[in-house]
């Protein structure tokens, strides 16, 4: 989620993620998705628990998926997170499924530049906008200034 970096999530596809055809259910890659932008949070030291406690978080407003290819059981694959644009408020995200070349099956957390040659194939993609909200009451709100910084979104 760190503007103009990538942040990489290794995921394997688990029996718990399959429909009765044996691939992964449909909205199961939703699932994974917010898994690798909670772990993103937890890597710039942020975690999403501690934005609950701190009575905020981020709402989903607005989606646009393709699936691509469907993900089998035991697949080792990635999911790719990256900060497309920002607000004061708001952060639109690309988030892909994808298989990566053996070389790179272990890389996991942010990186400034994807080596050119580690993306093997895409399963999933998707293009999300997030709000900042203040829990109780639900409403929207600006974007911490720490978490603003941890995520380099100032202006370039």
């Keep these: 989620m760190r503007f103009l970096e990538t942040h990489v999530f290794p995921v394997s596809i688990d029996f718990d993620l399959l429909d009765a055809g044996n691939v992964v ?29 701190s009575g905020m978080s981020f709402a989903l407003t607005e989606t646009h998926s393709k699936y691509l290819k469907p993900a089998l059981l035991g697949q080792k694959l990635s999911i790719l997170t990256r900060c497309l644009k920002f607000s004061r408020a708001t952060v639109t995200l690309e988030q892909q499924l994808v298989s990566v070349t053996p070389n790179y099956r272990t890389l996991s957390g942010y990186l400034q530049k994807l080596p050119e040659d580690f993306v093997e194939g895409s399963f999933f993609w998707i293009e999300m906008r997030l709000v900042c909200v203040k829990l109780n009451p639900l409403k929207a709100q600006s974007i911490p200034e720490e978490l603003i910084e941890k995520l380099n979104l100032k202006n370039p």
Excluded: F, Q, T, W
């Excluded at 772990?39 to 628990?49: R, V």
């Design 25 to 53: 259910h449909h909205p199961n890659y939703l699932v994974l998705c917010e898994r690798a932008r909670s772990k993103a949070l937890d890597d710039i030291d942020y975690p999403h628990g501690e934005m609950l406690k």
